[in-house]
Each structure stands twice: as structure tokens, then as C-alpha cells.
């Protein structure tokens, strides 16, 4: 059974092939648009392509039955016919909520005619690297919403459940949305890097043009919409994010942010 990762050298992709092979996959299928440069594990079969040309795809779906499906919402309806009509089965993707930004993602799949399995993360962890610049210069973090609170996720966790749905049928047709172990406020965020870089760093309460300013250095061209769309929409209850998923899918703890703050502290510390 041939499993392709697409977006296999990217955050989450290149966790999931790690994941498959741990769980003793031995048919995995890589695809990156630099073979040579991508330093994937041995036994891992590397493909050249992109999902954003649809011209390279044919030969990488040859012979799949089961896709892992980075998020590429403009052209995701074309890819999801190539590989309908190369033999793929089953598409775990990863996207958002039919109404949320990456909505259009799930929507296509689901009407592609593919078994499918959802993944609708909440927060990145790792998305609190966006302060690093703040935290190096300034030893202070800069936001409009001091109190708002989400369960934030590891991306490896998110991997983790991406390898557990392709390699079981038990998942088809399953949404599933993620989150990480614990809810946490803006502010308690802050607190735990302070304890995992071993310094102080406050958080400022900030207008919009305050925080677009402090993180333009690290997120450049995404910096508005992200603080008018992703900040702006952080859950106001809480108690409504699925803070077992991680565990109720693979079997093992979703990871606490003390403990991905500690392993990721040298990012935060190096441009």
C-alpha cells in the first residue's frame, strides 16, 4: 500500500513521513520539489513536484492508494482529480471547518468522490515563534488580547494523527477536529517561554497597528491578515476545544506547551 506524502519536506509533512515510518510503513512516497535537497530517511521513495503544478502530479500519485494532502485551496479540486483518476482511495487533509479560511479545502475533498479523513487544527505552538524577534530585542510580547485562550497544537502531533488516519480505515469519513492538552491564555503562553528561555518577558496589551508593527519583522506579508483573522478569532469559550483528541486518536499525550516550549527555546534565541 503506497502512501504519498505531499508538502513532504514542509512543517507537518515532512513529521507525517516520520510518523509512517515509525509505525512501520514501507511504501512511502515523498513528494518535494527538490529531491536532491530534501534529506529524507532511507527507505523513503522521493518524487520531484509541487501541488501547485498539477503537471508534475501524474507521476506521483502512480500506484497511491492512500495521500496525505498539504493545504492548497487554489487548485486543490484539480489535484484531487488527478489523483481520483490515478487510483488514489483514501485523502487525510489537512484544512479548517467548511466555513473557516482553509473551508474550501475540506468542501473540495469531500466532493471529489475520495474516501476522506479531516484534520482541523487549532493554534500552532509553534505559531509563538512569531514573537521571537520581540522576545530577542525587546524582552516583551505585543498583542491586542491579553485574556483570550486557545489549546494550541504541535505540528508533530498533528502529524502524528495524520500517519494514524492513513494507515487505518476505521477514520474514512471522520472530521477531526485537533487541539493541544491544555488551555492557555494568551499571557500564560508568554509565561511559559519566559520559564523555558530563562528570562523575563512581559506581555504588552497593544492596538492593532501596534501589533501589526512588532510582528511584520518575522511574519512580512501575512502580518495583517493574520492579526485581523487569527487573532481576532480565538475562541471566547474554551471549554469547547477537543483538548483529548490528540490521545483519543493515537493512543498517546498530546504534547503540553511547557514541554515544546523547552525542546523549541533555541529558536526563540537565534534569528
Known sequence: MTILVTGATANIGRKVVDHLLAAGSTDVRALTTNPRRAALPAGVEVVEGYLRRPESLPAAFDGV???????????????LALARAAGVRHVVDLSGEPESWWG?????VEDSGLAWTH???????ENTLTWSQQIRETGT???P???TATAPIAMDDIAAV?????LADTHHGRAYP?????????TELVRHL??????????????????????TPTMGDNTTWYVDNVLSDYTPDPATLPITSVQDITGRPATPFARWAADNASRFLTD
Open 141 to 143: 510580547v505585543s498583542e
Open 162 to 166: 495524520a500517519a494514524t488516519a492513513l
Open 104 to 108: 474550501t479545502v475540506c468542501t473540495a
Open 178 to 186: 485537533l487541539a493541544g492538552p491544555e488551555v492557555l491564555t494568551r
Open 194 to 215: 519566559a520559564t523555558a528561555l530563562r528570562r523575563d518577558i512581559t506581555f504588552r496589551r497593544s492596538s492593532r497597528e501596534e501589533t501589526i508593527a512588532a510582528l
Open 145 to 147: 488580547y491579553p485574556d
Open 65 to 79: 492508494e492512500r495521500m496525505y494532502l498539504a493545504p492548497t485551496p487554489d487548485n486543490v479540486t484539480e489535484v
Open 119 to 125: 484534520l482541523w487544527p487549532a493554534d500552532f505552538m
